[in-house]
């Protein structure tokens, strides 16, 4: 039986907790804003190569990681609202970051299936297993009694014949 943390849902969703914490980022405030928002380019680049190849909990790590970026991050930066040149772009960024966070819906949900088919993998195997070892327990349970019939038979057969003797020397 499996407590509530061994669920394949408790355990897809300590995965992705676990793939938030790793997206977490930190910018120093002493960096350029545009090198800011190269850093969010170049990660978003990483997690579309990443999702291409079918390496999800990286693509979420990294998709994940351009949304704080844009969203938490860059909006901290000291220039962040004052330098006018960068306007256009954090618009672009931003307008960008709902696709992104749709294919982070997407990618969790991807991810939560693979830990259910695993869950069902290991299920089927922890059953088959089972039967397997059940099989071999019924296996050793027939050979015993047919052991045991096979000595009670010899056992039988000896008290016969040390019947047949006594009679035989008492005649």
């Not at 790793?22 to 910018?27: G, I, L, N, S, Y």
């Not at 672009?92 to 969790?108: G, I, P, Q, T």
Request: proline content about 2%; some cysteine; charged content about 30%.
């Amino acid at each position: 039986a499996m407590s509530g943390t061994d669920t394949p849902d408790a355990a897809a969703a300590d995965a992705i907790r676990r793939l938030n914490e790793c997206a977490a980022v930190q910018m120093k405030a002493d960096v350029a804003l545009k090198l800011w928002y190269r850093t969010a380019s170049n990660v978003l680049q990483q997690a579309v190569s990443y999702d291409r190849d079918g390496d999800l909990p990286k693509a979420y790590v990294l998709h994940m990681r351009f949304v704080l970026l844009v969203l938490e991050e860059i909006p901290k930066h000291p220039s962040y609202g004052t330098d006018f040149s960068m306007n256009r772009m954090q618009e672009a960024f931003r307008s960008k970051c709902k696709d992104v966070l749709d294919r982070l819906e997407v990618l969790k949900g991807k991810i939560r299936a693979q830990f259910a088919e695993a869950a069902a993998a290991k299920a089927a195997a922890a059953k088959a297993a089972a039967a397997a070892e059940a099989a071999a327990a019924a296996k050793a349970a027939a050979a015993a009694a047919a052991a045991t019939q096979e000595e009670e038979q010899r056992r039988r057969h000896d008290m016969d014949e040390r019947a047949a003797l006594r009679c035989g020397h008492c005649l």
